[in-house]
């Protein structure tokens, strides 16, 4: 590896940058991939309580992409060779301090965001959360349904919350 290689890496994570059908082309990092708007992906989770209630969060304001905006999904890229259930369990863990088995849902190509990537969704169930990084969430509470479709129209959310929400309802 190039010493300039190896700066990239220290720098920025690697992902997969894959084609409008999702199959891999090759490893570029994420912040070319978002520069340059080619598709990579990113796994979510949809976090559910035990009553079915859906968990929303607040992203710290520090953070580089959405600063203080809402979110229904806890997630991030998938790295190389990380599916989309990885990638959302990892998150879970880094954003929230829990574990959980997540099950990919569905896939969709989202255009929503800063750039264009493949978008995996999962469930997880959580009895509990953990020990939040701030760093990354900055509030989190568990809503209903009706609750979540009403704050989704008052609230500034990430871009894809809103689809996210009805395509995880669809299915």
């Known amino acids: 590896m190039s010493v300039a290689a190896a700066i990239v890496c220290a720098m920025d994570e690697l992902v997969e940058r894959v084609d409008a059908q999702d199959r891999v082309l090759g490893t570029v990092s994420r912040r070319d991939a ?20 859906f968990l929303v969060h607040r992203r710290a304001e520090r953070l580089s992409r959405f ?13 190389v060779g ?10 879970l863990g880094e954003e929230l301090g829990a574990r959980a088995a997540v099950r990919l849902r569905f896939t969709f190509l989202n255009r929503s965001g800063l750039s264009p990537y493949w978008l995996g ?14 760093a990354e969430v900055a509030w989190h509470d568990w809503v209903t349904e009706s609750e979540l479709r009403r704050i989704l129209r008052q609230w500034t959310f990430t871009p894809d919350s809103q689809e996210v929400f009805g395509r995880y309802l669809a299915r």
């Open 67 to 79: 600063p203080g905006h809402y979110e229904l999904g806890v997630g991030g890229a998938a790295g």
């Open 34 to 53: 978002v520069r340059e708007g080619w598709l990579h992906r990113v796994g979510v989770a949809v976090c559910r309580d035990e009553q079915g209630r």
């Open 121 to 134: 969704v999962c469930d997880a169930v959580l009895p509990e959360v953990g020990a939040p990084d701030p």
């Open 82 to 91: 990380e599916s989309y259930e990885q990638a959302a369990a990892r998150e």
